[in-house]
């Protein structure tokens, strides 16, 4: 089946550390995007990618790094820079051109929590 | 700019009653609208979705929304609450393919029996 895999599903770090969260997909998508939620804040776009090595800032890339070496893959690091990193973090991605209408498809989701 | 707002953070119904999620959109051309749904600790799943074409929008599990232009809304209608129902709610919109996805605060429902 096609979709989108994150992982770990769950993560604890210490304050100080690095941590890489996976996403990868077999959906042919173009386009990977990665959402941090907070309660009662919805989704905010971290950073997203439309091509493999090319990506942008989204609305709080500060604290957050991303490579998109291969199509498939688009994995977020989660430096000591980030003042409050403990959150949600989602995976999506979609379709850019042509019959795409937009619609993101998600990941399960990786929960990340800073000691 | 782009922007959507959700109506209510928190939503409350009685099992078998209507369940109603406001949604309203500012943008300077018509855009793409979504609903997705969100389980406790899961990803977001489409409910439905409004590009072109038919204003009244069916999606899964009984979920309907209507495309309302000249109210810039599109409210997310189900006629009878299950408690399967209970979950967070987005209305995010676009202006076209290509571009970022705008999400509003969500709207967390709870149903009670």
């Known amino acids: 089946d096609g979709g989108i895999t994150q992982s770990p599903k769950y993560l604890f770090r210490k304050e100080g550390q690095n941590v890489t969260l996976s996403c990868e997909q077999n959906l042919n998508h173009d386009a990977m995007y990665w959402y941090r939620q907070d309660p009662g804040q919805g989704l905010r776009l971290i950073y997203y990618s439309q091509i493999v090595n090319d990506f942008q800032k989204g609305d709080i890339a500060e604290g957050y790094s991303v490579s998109r070496e291969k199509k498939e893959s688009f994995p977020l690091t989660v430096t000591s820079a980030q003042k409050n990193p403990t959150a949600f973090y989602l995976c999506a991605s979609s379709i850019v051109t042509g019959v795409g209408t937009g619609e993101l498809f998600f990941g399960e989701g990786s929960r990340l929590t800073v000691l | 700019a782009q922007s959507v707002t959700q109506l209510g953070s928190h939503v409350s119904v009685s099992e078998g009653a209507l369940v109603l999620l406001r949604c309203n959109y500012s943008s300077s051309v018509p855009p793409y609208l979504f609903w997705y749904v969100q389980y406790p600790n899961q990803g977001l799943q489409l409910l439905l979705k409004?590009?072109?074409?038919?204003?009244l929008v069916k999606g899964i599990n009984g979920f309907e929304a209507e495309f309302k232009k000249s109210e810039t809304s599109f409210h997310l209608t189900k006629p009878s609450a299950h408690m399967s129902d209970a979950a967070e709610y987005f209305c995010?919109?676009?202006?076209?393919?290509?571009?970022?996805?705008?999400f509003g605060g969500g709207t967390r429902v709870l149903v009670k029996p």
């Open positions: 995010p919109m676009i202006k076209a393919a290509g571009n970022k996805l705008t």
């Open positions: 409004y590009t072109t074409g038919a204003t």
